[in-house]
Structures are given as structure tokens and as C-alpha cells.
């Protein structure tokens, strides 16, 4: 298993890992998705883990789970660290890159998929002041249910 930086919300039945630099918006794009889904935006919503993960391959699909120190906690700026309820387990759906420098008005489709652990997945790059949770709610709806 291999430990990364970031943070991953459960949305229906695959989870968003967002990656970015310390204090790119990890947790607040994350708590964002958690408050969208409780107002119905979206389908459920849960977080997984915030700060810390642990990811894995398993059968060509990328499996995380919170680090156990931090699980059920979220860093929401302004307020410190709060519990809220977890997931234990999720399957990632696609990655956010949050302050990417490669991001761009029309992507190539190399830019589009990133790899982690082996295994490929859509990413969504970012760039510095865009509206990370438009973006991302953009790219939900043109994923294939079936990733």
C-alpha cells in the first residue's frame, strides 16, 4: 500500500481523489463535494479521508482508504479539524489535479488521464483560481458510469 497526500470524497458509487500542493483547496473542494451532496446536488457523498491516504491496485482499479490516525477527520479552514462520518473504503473514479500547471482551456487528451499505482485514471487538471467544484461537477457528468 502507498501512502499520498490528498483528499478523497465518496460521491455515489466512486470516489474523487483531489491532489494539489498544501493549501491549493484540497479540503475545502473536498468539504465542498460532502456539502453538495447533503443538499441534493448530487448523490451521495462521503468522505473517505482528508490529508492522508492510503491507495492500492486492485484488479485494474485503484482502492483507497483514509490513514487510520486521521479517518472521520477534516481540516476546514477557519474552524480546525472536524469529525464528520467516513467511508472506509472507496474505489477512485477520477483524480483532480487542484493547481495544475499543465491545465489548459482545451486539454489534450495525454493530459486527461494521469496513473497511480499502475493503474490509469481521467484526471481533471486544475489551474490556480478556477472554480475547481464547477469543473469537477462538469467532468461527473461526462465520465462514463461504468469507471
Not at 502507498?2 to 470524497?9: G, K, L, N, P
Request: hydrophobic fraction near 50%; proline fraction near 6%; glycine fraction near 10%.
Amino acid at each position: 500500500m502507498t501512502t499520498i497526500h490528498a483528499s478523497t470524497v465518496l460521491v455515489g458509487a466512486r470516489a474523487v481523489l483531489i491532489r494539489g500542493p498544501a493549501g491549493s483547496g484540497k479540503s475545502c473542494l473536498a468539504f465542498a463535494l460532502i456539502q453538495v451532496g447533503e443538499a441534493g446536488t448530487l448523490p451521495f457523498t462521503r468522505l473517505v479521508g482528508d490529508d492522508r491516504l492510503h491507495v492500492e491496485a486492485a484488479h485494474g482499479r485503484l482502492v483507497v482508504r483514509p490513514a487510520a490516525a486521521l479517518a472521520g477527520r477534516i481540516e476546514i479552514r477557519g474552524l480546525g479539524i472536524r469529525r464528520v462520518p467516513f467511508e472506509p473504503v472507496a474505489l477512485v473514479r477520477i483524480v483532480v489535479d487542484l493547481g495544475a500547471a499543465d491545465a489548459e482551456r482545451l486539454p489534450p487528451a495525454i493530459s486527461a488521464v494521469t496513473e497511480i499505482t499502475g493503474v490509469s485514471l481521467p484526471r481533471l487538471a486544475v489551474a490556480p483560481g478556477t472554480d475547481a467544484l464547477s469543473l469537477l461537477f462538469a467532468a461527473l457528468r461526462t465520465l462514463k458510469s461504468d469507471r
